[in-house]
């Protein structure tokens, strides 16, 4: 028997625990997967799109062929040049751009395409004709037709702006373009110099304005003069009398307020202190009265006495209680002295720091009062000066605007006879052009080659998005969350496996890869937490034609090869295989179907009809027996529900080392969930051809609603896609298969 290969961690993983779901964007090595397996209908529909890209191409280059004419308008920098310098000004390049960018922006605005397709000439063409009889809809057709094949567009770099028209006839393209240079640079030239002529009026009305606000503005300064009574309003570099009186009396009344601030939080505390305990000061004050004096000499006094008459006549003698009736009167007399002098002491201090606020705030009163009459004269002085310096402002502002306004008119004057003052400039008209500018091979072929492998592409992921099989392990994990036991390849693969009935592949063709993935099956139960302590397995499927059977089969199969005793069971009375995978002996001498399936079986055996020695029988395999379904009774799920088979199961336990359930398809009948319950754990077989993702979803859900253990999952008949699962394995596993079997031989 081959050498099994080491078992990957995620095949034990204890049931229990979900496997990590993985995210949901493909991995760029699944992409190229799914790539190297549509590689066909990839190429086939690039070829599509390269065949209709060229067939359009030549279509279009003889029945619609395009010509473009262009020529060029070179753009003068927009500041305006002054020309009473002689050196030129320096202009910014984005500067430069944007100014040619505003050109070609009024070359393809709708007025100046209005007025080119107004144009006799452009009238006259095939082209204008072509957009009807009806003189506002052609207009309106012809315009719009320009927008979008007529061209203006600003050189980045250069000092030019592309002049292009596109149409079937090459020589009325050039007639177009030019009637646009010729109309553009004459409506610029003529548009340039009526604005100058308008700011030449606008100058001359404006000097005269200004004069008058000159004369104005000098007999304003006179009138401050004469209103507030000043002579020095010009001179601000001295300090004005009044302006020193201000500041004096801000800076007493500040000193005032400050020591007005103090004495208000003196108030304050000595509120507080009025009706508190009495603090430090107080007590001290309290202390040093003549009365309290002598009070406290005559406590002490009466205090020495009562220690001498407790010596000698005692606590209960009247003496001592007249002694102590004094004492007590000397403390009352004391407190009520502290209580009186404490009151009368807080109480001056009180009214003599309202009193002192008193005074400060009459002084305050005063000072604003003051305050106020220099603050009042100081505001007359500042508005004297500010009307003064406003005054001063606009004479000198409407001298230099005179100034400026005539210097201005002498420069336009000048410049509305320079050549250079529409910014635009005539290069040369565009000549007929010579070359078909359209269609163009080199568009059509790669455009039409990258549109139909875009579509494929898209195609073939449209396809593998709408598959909701579960046909990889990755779908395992990612959709159902179950362990995965064991990975089964499709038979169809496999060149060992043609002649060869799947249900005994292991037997049959033990060196085949389907046999080593099901040996690899069986060491990942046996290995995993759940499956080592399993003995009674029951191995489902969603729906019939899974494949459940054939991974029954063989895995009983590989425990047998364990030297393990191994006891298959079929429950499935609505579908029975194994009695034609494993037949009596009646049925090897010539008995046909219809009696093979009538053998006795487990039907007769749970209804009490025979017994176990009765419907047991062997499968041809040391340590490997086998019972069959039997006859399909009326009661199926209450026999497998009942206390026979739990009988059966708990009997056989004790004999066999593993006892493997066939059992029916999980969502088509009840039986599978019933005999879910008395196993010791379920394997679900899912079809990689055959089983959607919906169907083990529900087979699942079906299951864990009945609380049935569910060690994990196998998946059966997986092919191997290039780029996917199993295409690197098959090759690998066959290059090591044939170094092996060379050795051996």
């Keep these: 028997m081959m050498e099994q290969q080491k078992i990957p961690n995620r095949a034990i993983r204890p049931m229990g625990q979900r496997p990590p779901a993985p995210p949901d964007a493909m991995t760029p090595k699944e992409i190229f997967g799914i790539l190297r397996r549509h590689v066909l209908l990839i190429s086939s529909f690039s070829v599509l799109g390269l065949i209709v890209g060229g067939t359009s191409w030549y279509l279009l280059r003889r029945y619609s062929p395009k010509y473009t004419a262009e020529t060029y308008i070179k753009v003068l920098p927009p500041v305006e040049k002054d020309p009473m310098t002689i050196s030129g000004t320096q202009v910014s390049k984005d500067i430069q751009y944007g100014s040619r960018l505003s050109m070609a922006g009024l070359i393809k605005q709708q007025s100046t395409l209005q007025s080119l397709v107004e144009r006799d000439k452009v009238r006259e063409t095939e082209w204008f004709n072509d957009f009807g009889e009806v003189k506002d809809k052609s207009i309106a057709k012809a315009v719009k037709d320009l927008r979008k094949r007529f061209v203006a567009s600003a050189q980045r770099d250069g000092d030019y702006v592309r ?27 003529s548009t340039k110099k009526g604005e100058i002529a308008e700011k030449l009026a606008r100058l001359e009305d404006q000097r005269v304005r200004v004069q008058r606000d000159l004369d104005s503005a000098e007999k304003a300064l006179d009138d401050v003069r004469k209103r507030w009574g000043f002579t020095d309003l010009e001179d601000n570099d001295f300090e004005h009398t009044i302006t020193r009186k201000l500041n004096a009396l801000e800076l007493d009344q500040s000193d005032i307020l400050l020591e007005m601030n103090q004495i208000s939080a003196s108030i ?8 508190g305990p009495v603090n430090e000061q107080v007590s001290q004050q309290i202390e040093n009265d003549p009365i309290m004096v002598m009070l406290a000499q005559q406590l002490a006094l009466q205090e020495a006495q009562l220690s001498g008459k407790l010596t000698k006549f005692g606590e209960n003698h009247r003496v001592v209680r007249q002694t102590q009736e004094q004492i007590n009167e000397i403390i009352q007399r004391r407190i009520a002295r502290k209580a009186e002098i404490a009151e009368q002491t807080r109480q001056s201090n009180l009214k003599n720091a309202q009193d002192s606020m008193t005074v400060m705030s009459s002084k305050f009163e005063e000072m604003e009062k003051l305050r106020k009459e220099a603050e009042a004269k100081k505001r007359d002085l500042d508005l004297a000066r500010i009307q003064y310096a406003q005054r001063v ?11 400026s306004v005539k210097s201005q008119v002498e420069k336009l004057k000048i410049m509305h006879d320079d050549p250079e003052t529409p910014k635009v400039q005539f290069v040369g008209y565009a000549p007929v052009p010579l070359e078909m500018s359209s269609p163009k091979w080199q568009m059509y072929l790669p455009g039409g080659l990258m549109l139909g492998l875009m579509f494929g592409v898209g195609l073939v992921f449209l396809v593998e998005l709408l598959n909701d099989l579960v046909r990889t392990p990755k779908d395992i994990s990612k959709f159902l969350h179950i362990s995965l036991l064991g990975v089964i390849p499709d038979a169809a693969e496999d060149d060992q496996l043609r002649k060869v009935n799947l249900c005994h592949v292991v037997r049959q063709a033990p060196y085949s890869i389907v046999s080593e993935a099901y040996r690899r099956f069986r060491t990942n139960l046996k290995l995993s937490v759940s499956g080592e302590s399993s003995r009674v397995l029951l191995v489902a499927s969603g729906m019939a034609g899974d494949g459940k059977t ?4 063989n895995l009983a199969t590989t425990f047998a090869a364990e030297n393990k005793k191994v006891l298959l069971i079929d429950t499935n009375f609505w579908r029975p295989n194994l009695h034609t995978i494993f037949p009596n002996q009646q049925s090897e001498d010539g008995i046909d179907d219809a009696t093979e399936r009538a053998d006795f079986g487990l039907s007769d055996l749970l209804t009490g009809g025979l017994g176990f020695g009765d419907v047991v029988r ?9 019972i069959v379904s039997g006859s399909l009774p009326s009661n199926p799920a209450e026999l497998l529900g009942g206390e026979q088979m739990e009988r059966l199961i708990k009997q056989q336990r004790e004999i066999y080392d593993y006892i493997i359930v066939d059992g029916p398809p999980v969502l088509l009948v009840t039986d599978a969930k019933i005999l879910a319950r008395i196993v010791d754990g379920t394997i679900l077989v899912f079809n990689a051809a055959a089983t959607k993702r919906g169907a083990a979803q529900r087979t699942i859900r079906e299951l864990k609603e009945v609380n049935a253990p569910i060690l994990g999952c196998v998946l059966f008949a997986v092919k191997a896609m290039k780029g996917g699962y199993f295409h690197e394995q098959f090759n690998a596993y066959q290059e090591y298969q044939k170094l092996q079997l060379a050795q051996t031989i």
């Design 393 to 403: 402002t606009i004479r000198d502002e409407r001298e230099d605007m005179l100034d």
């Design 163 to 189: 002049l292009a028209m596109t149409c079937g006839d090459k020589i009325e393209a050039a007639l177009i373009v030019n009637e646009m240079v010729s109309l553009f640079i004459a409506s610029q030239g």
């Design 550 to 553: 054939s991974v029954a089969v």
């Design 618 to 626: 062997s499968s041809g395999i040391k340590d490997f027996d086998v």
């Design 268 to 275: 304050r505390t000595l509120e507080k202190q009025a009706t």
